[in-house]
């Protein structure tokens, strides 16, 4: 099939690789001139496991290409994605959907046949009636089908989850657009193992927003009840273990640590909180508000555990933080944590010292103020504390690492706000191991 993907960042850029892997011939469609360069010379503009071989692996073999003229995209395409951004919208109230509605107002009078529009970026509930609106008055020719296709890849994974996805949504209303959904996933459809849910738009619509929200409600709770296991004196992973055996509650999204983040999450939780709120459903609203109230008091109470575990005010101590990106797998450094961190310890006094393996450049850019070493052992030396703050596997499975730095630290203590180490190995090493809702470990 020919398909276009309108918007190629994070989430766009993968997506059209793996639509080339499908067997698809893929034309990306990227406004910013220098990201498309990029592409079409085989090189991501980001970090994103795997995405780098796919795309020269189809950039080369001519079934991807990109284009900053969306007029190339409408001729060639039968089936348009739409995944440009959704960002919060500056007074916070909801989603600025200019990018959507932008993307779909220039290409739908470049259609000169019979085309679906597939929107992927995540947006509030109504928007696809708007975008309806836009093709009913400025089609040029009848037979321009619109569904919402909401995506659930995790960054990280985004070409493992868009090859395997473990669901696929499509709000539509139309036998033809039913068809060319089939069509355009029939690669991954006819394995069998994914579930085809077709929807209205609206449910569509909502259940994306929906899954986010859940998702930040469990993150939330477990952060929540390692608060409790701190005053208590308990171990909140041994809580989060045991109760996640319940298959009712599971163990996935219930590892405690410095709250979610990055280009989805927060603005996602947010967007949904106000729109719920304007929609009057005030139950939805406090429980949304809660899980926000608790995603920004994990910083603040990361300070609190750095500032116990080294026993005295950190005022003018160095600290070497373990990482930028928001979560493990990208260089993606959007709303991250690890990054909000850093910008308390500084409100404190402290000199965090910034490492991490694929995000120092996005970092940099994002905070050019804050200081950075390019490498972990660089970070390390003469700190005064170690903190861990994005779960990247070097700093948390890496036998070697604790010995190693154990030598050029100038206090032994690791404060781990990800709870992502196992103890034992940094304990031996002669370290104290600091974690969220957790006892320390010496
Ligand atoms: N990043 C993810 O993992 C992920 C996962 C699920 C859903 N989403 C949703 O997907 C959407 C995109 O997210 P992202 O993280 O990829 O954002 P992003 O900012 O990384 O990418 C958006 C891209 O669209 C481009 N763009 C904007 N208008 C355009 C136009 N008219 N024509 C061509 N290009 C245009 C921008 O230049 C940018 O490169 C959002 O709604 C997000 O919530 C993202």
Not at 139 to 143: C, E, I, K, R
Not at 250 to 254: D, E, S, V, W
């Given at each position: 099939m020919r398909v276009s993907v309108i918007g190629c960042g994070h989430l766009g850029a993968p997506h059209a690789a793996a639509m080339a892997e499908l067997g698809h011939e893929v034309i990306g469609v990227e406004l910013d001139a220098e990201k498309c360069r990029a592409l079409g010379a085989g090189k991501p503009p980001f970090y994103e496991a795997s995405f780098e071989e796919l795309l020269v692996k189809h950039t080369g073999s001519g079934r991807l290409r990109f284009t900053t003229d969306m007029r190339e995209a409408a001729d060639f395409a039968d089936l348009h994605f739409v995944s440009v951004g959704t960002p919060l919208r500056k007074d916070g109230n909801?989603?600025?959907v200019a990018q959507v509605i932008g993307a779909v107002r220039s290409l739908v009078p470049l259609l000169s046949r019979p085309a679906t529009i597939v929107g992927k970026s995540t947006v509030t509930v109504g928007t696809v009636a708007r975008l309806q609106e836009i093709i009913d008055t400025d089609?040029?020719?009848?037979?321009v089908d619109l569904v919402w296709n909401p995506e659930f890849l995790r960054e990280g994974h985004a070409v493992q989850d868009s090859l395997f996805p473990d669901r696929i949504v499509a709000g539509l209303t139309s036998p033809q657009a039913r068809a060319a959904i089939e069509e355009v996933y029939a690669p991954i459809l006819a394995r069998g193992d994914v579930a085809l849910i077709v929807t209205d738009p609206p449910t569509a619509e909502v259940l994306k927003s929906a899954a986010n929200a859940f998702l930040t409600t469990k993150i939330s709770f477990i952060n929540a009840m390692a608060q409790v296991c701190d005053i208590a004196g308990a171990d909140v992973n041994a809580v989060a273990y045991g109760i996640g055996i319940d298959p009712r509650i599971?163990?996935?999204?219930?590892r405690p640590g410095i709250g979610y983040g990055g280009g989805c999450l927060p603005k996602d939780v947010a967007a949904f909180t106000h729109r719920v709120g304007e929609l009057g459903a005030q139950e939805a609203h406090q429980l949304l508000s809660a899980v926000e109230a608790v995603n920004a008091g994990r910083a603040p109470a990361a300070v609190t555990l750095i500032e116990k575990a080294h026993g005295s005010p950190i005022s003018g101590r160095t600290i070497a933080l373990l990482g930028a990106a928001f979560k493990a797998g990208t260089s993606d450094v959007r709303d991250s944590p690890a990054l909000r961190l850093a910008g308390l310890l500084v409100e404190r006094g402290a000199r965090p010292v910034i490492y991490d393996p694929e995000a120092l450049a996005a970092a940099r850019m994002l905070h050019p103020e804050l200081a950075y070493a390019e490498t972990v052992e660089q970070a390390v030396t003469g700190a005064d504390l170690v903190v861990l703050a994005t779960e990247w596997p070097e700093f948390t499975s890496d036998p070697k690492l604790p010995i190693a730095a154990a030598d050029l630290v100038a206090s032994r203590v690791l404060v781990d706000v990800r709870n992502a180490v196992e103890s034992d190995a940094w304990v031996a090493a002669g370290w104290e191991v600091w974690q969220l809702g957790r006892p320390p470990r010496r």
């Open positions: 909801g989603y600025d089609a040029q020719v009848p037979g599971g163990h996935g999204g219930m």
